[in-house]
Each structure stands twice: as C-alpha cells, then as structure tokens.
C-alpha cells in the first residue's frame, strides 16, 4: 500500500465560550468533563434531517441499563445487551427484562476497563441456540480475556464453556469485538496493547494487540496466515492494534473493517487482510495523553495504512456498513459510534461516512449529536432500523455521562 493516509479528518469546535476556553487552558485535565450541558434522553421522539434528503425519528426503546457494551439481535427481533458488571439483559417488544439471563460466567471487574464486553449469536442460531460473550475471565494474577458460549435455553444460558482463552493473563483489560463472517468463522478483537504491554502488538507470540480468526468452536481454522508458523500464535488474524473497538464485513468485498482507539488524535478505521501488520506502536498519527508524538513517523514501508483517520480523536466504537432497505438514500454507508470528539465529554455522536463508485470516501456526516451520548454500539436490527446503545456509566445514570438506553433510528417516510 501507498505510504500515506487515505483521509485525514480535522473537526474543529466553534462557539463554545471564551470563559470556557480560559478555564480549559487554566486547568488542563485528561479530558474535559464539564462546560457542555448535559441533555435528557429524547422523550417524545425527536426528529432530524440529514445530509442525503433522509428524514429520521429518534426514539427511545428502553433505558435502565448499566453501562452495556454490546448488542445482538434474535432472529424473533428480541436483542440481547451485556452490561458491563457481568448481567446479559433481554429486550422483548422494546421493554426490558427486569431478571437479566442466568449461567453467565463469572466476571472480573476489578479494574476500569474489565468486564464483560460484546454478545454475538451464531449465524444458525435458530437450529443450534448457541450464544458467544467475550469477558474478563479472573485469574490469579487479575483478569485475562475469554470466549465462551452457552445455548439459550429460555431466561437461562446452558452449557456454558470458554472455548477460547487468550494469553493476556494480568494485562491491562482492552476490548473485545466479536463478529461471524460470512464463511462462518468468528472474528474476536483483543486489545489492551498500551502501557508497557504496548510491545506485545507487534510480538506475533502473544494476543494483545490482534485480530483474531476461530471456528464456531473455538478451534483455529486452517487456512490462518500463521497456522505452522513458529513463534506465531495460529489465531492470530491480523497485528499492530492498540484498541479495536468496532467490527464490521463490507457488503460488497467481505471484507473485514475494524475501528481502533489510540490515545489522543489518530483514530483509525482498517480494512483487516490475513497475515497484515498495522503498525501499532511503531507508527501512529497519535500523540500521548501528555502531547508527544507517539511514533517519530507514521507510516513505514510494510506497514498497512489506515483506511479513515480521526483528528481529533472520536473514541470510536460500534461499526455498522448500512444493507437494508429502509433507509435507500444510506445503504452501503458506514456508520461509527463516537464516545467523544477530542477529550470533550459530551461530545458523542454517530458517524455516517459515504463512499464514491471507487469505494473511497465521500463525505461525512454528524447523526445524533445534539443528544450528547457516549455512543458504544450500532446494529441493523430484523426490521432494517438502526439501534444505538449509549454507553452510560457503571453507576447506570451518571450526570457527566448521561443515563444509558437503546436508541431507535426510523425514516420519516
């Protein structure tokens, strides 16, 4: 690949008041929690237009959850939403279920990035049941990261086993994304290459830092790129990630595209190919938490190139390439879940980015912003809607980040 970035973004914020800004410079912090009001969850609905002529309404489908991380449709239209302290919540007709799912494995959540993360169902799911959670699994020396799958059975997961448990026993927690292709493999994201495990993203023996590639089972396909490779872990798909966040197939390639979090500016959205290395620690468009560069340059030859950069960063999230009918004017647009914009809190928003006839960007555009919610996830639902799970906090409502829901996005007709 050509030694440069495809797209490079800059959003700059405009109006915000010079009290503010001379606050801000007064009083640096790691992110800014304060100056943006806080706004309530939109009840009635609320309608927007956007840039391609589409109307939408935004409605609220259930709130009461506790900072979830991850959702999956049933084949019935029923979803399920992991909350991050351990519970798998079931949504039926849009209302919650009080009694979250029984025969989830036990959590670890010592720490602030631990807990279970994201829920897929398999693709046969209404023949097999069978249900997969990615976790912080406890061990002796603190967490590491699992794969397990059960069968739901009613209110209740059976069976219930790790088939797979990765080698990052006492790392920093990092994310983990779950997603089956269209062959029937099971992608699995496993980040938490920063501090001084930043290292282990490029060390082809290790877990942190990668894409990974299973069967349904949990065992290693074998057609990997690193399948008899020694010094090389077999499920390892892809190298060089510091945080995937966000997994998606392109509906056109079957391609993998996954979100990746760096520290400050740099965000990335990568095309994931087998056996490919993108970089991380050793090029970046980053810089620290305390302003330096992260990399002395940021691209190398034999280092893959990021397909949409972020500058500021956008925390993102969730990813979502649009198929369904419901809304023509946005089929085959990507949609990206944004935490924040550049530190700021209360800054989240959904992303929808449009590409040309060449499948190269387009434009972007801002969905959502005037709510002002960490966005965590986006899904196409069975009835061709888009649903947004806001992220919250582990204190369920949180004045600085706001009460978490599953949100609703239709078309005004």
Same mark, same amino acid.
């Given at each position: ?24 410079? $007064? ?24 840039? #391609? ?96 799958r059960g069968r739901l059975e009613g209110h209740t997961l059976s069976d219930v086993r790790d088939i797979f448990v990765s080698d990052a026993d006492g790392a920093a927690a990092g994310a983990s994304r779950l997603l089956f292709a269209e062959d029937g493999t099971l992608y699995m994201s496993l980040g938490g290459a920063f ?19 299973? $069967? ?16 090389? $872990? ?41 056996? $490919? ?10 810089? +620290? ?11 190398? +030859?034999?280092? #893959? ?45 959904? #992303? ?8 190269l960007e387009q434009r972007r555009e801002w969905l959502l912003a005037d709510l002002r919610r960490r966005i965590r996830d986006v899904t196409q639902g069975p009835d061709g809607l888009i649903y947004v799970l806001t992220a919250g906090s582990f204190l369920g409502v949180d004045p600085m980040r706001g009460e978490a829901a ?6 005004? #007709?």
């Amino acid at each position: 690949m050509q030694p440069f970035v495809r797209v490079v973004a800059t959003v700059l914020f405009v109006g915000l008041s010079s009290p503010l800004l001379e606050a801000q410079q $007064r009083a640096p912090e790691p992110f800014a929690a304060g100056g943006i009001p806080a706004v309530s969850l939109p009840d009635p609905p609320v309608e927007y237009g956007t840039a #391609e002529g589409q109307g939408i309404r935004v409605s609220v489908v259930t709130r009461g959850l506790t900072y979830p991380w991850g959702l999956a449709f049933l084949p019935d239209g029923s979803a399920l939403v992991t909350e991050r302290l351990g519970a798998v919540r079931v949504i039926r007709e849009g209302a919650l279920d009080s009694n979250p799912l029984s025969g989830v494995p036990e959590v670890f959540t010592g720490t602030a990035l631990a807990g279970l993360m994201d829920v897929a169902v398999h693709p046969a799911f209404s023949e097999n049941q069978w249900v997969y959670l990615t976790y912080s699994k406890p061990t002796a020396n603190g967490s590491t990261v699992a794969l397990a799958r059960g069968r739901l059975e009613g209110h209740t997961l059976s069976d219930v086993r790790d088939i797979f448990v990765s080698d990052a026993d006492g790392a920093a927690a990092g994310a983990s994304r779950l997603l089956f292709a269209e062959d029937g493999t099971l992608y699995m994201s496993l980040g938490g290459a920063f501090g001084g495990r930043r290292p282990s993203a490029q060390d082809p023996a290790s877990h942190v830092g990668k894409v990974l590639r299973l $069967r349904d089972d949990g065992t290693v396909p074998d057609d990997n790129p690193f399948v008899g490779r020694t010094g090389h $872990r077999p499920e390892v798909f892809s190298l060089g990630h510091r945080n995937p966040m966000g997994m998606a197939i392109h509906p056109d390639t079957g391609a993998l595209w996954a979100s990746e979090h760096a520290p400050m500016g740099g965000d990335e959205v990568n095309i994931i190919l087998p056996g $490919r290395n993108y970089g991380w620690p050793v090029v970046s468009y980053s810089r +620290e938490y305390t302003g330096q560069r992260i990399a002395d340059r940021p691209w190398r +030859e034999g280092l #893959e190139q990021p397909e949409i950069v972020w500058i500021p960063s956008i925390a993102p999230s969730g990813l979502l390439f649009y198929t369904g009918d419901r809304f023509p004017a946005w089929h085959g647009d990507l949609f990206v879940g944004s935490l924040m914009i550049g530190r700021v809190e209360r800054t989240g928003h959904l #992303e929808r980015i449009k590409f040309n006839a060449q499948g190269l960007e387009q434009r972007r555009e801002w969905l959502l912003a005037d709510l002002r919610r960490r966005i965590r996830d986006v899904t196409q639902g069975p009835d061709g809607l888009i649903y947004v799970l806001t992220a919250g906090s582990f204190l369920g409502v949180d004045p600085m980040r706001g009460e978490a829901a599953l949100l609703r996005i239709e078309p005004i #007709e």
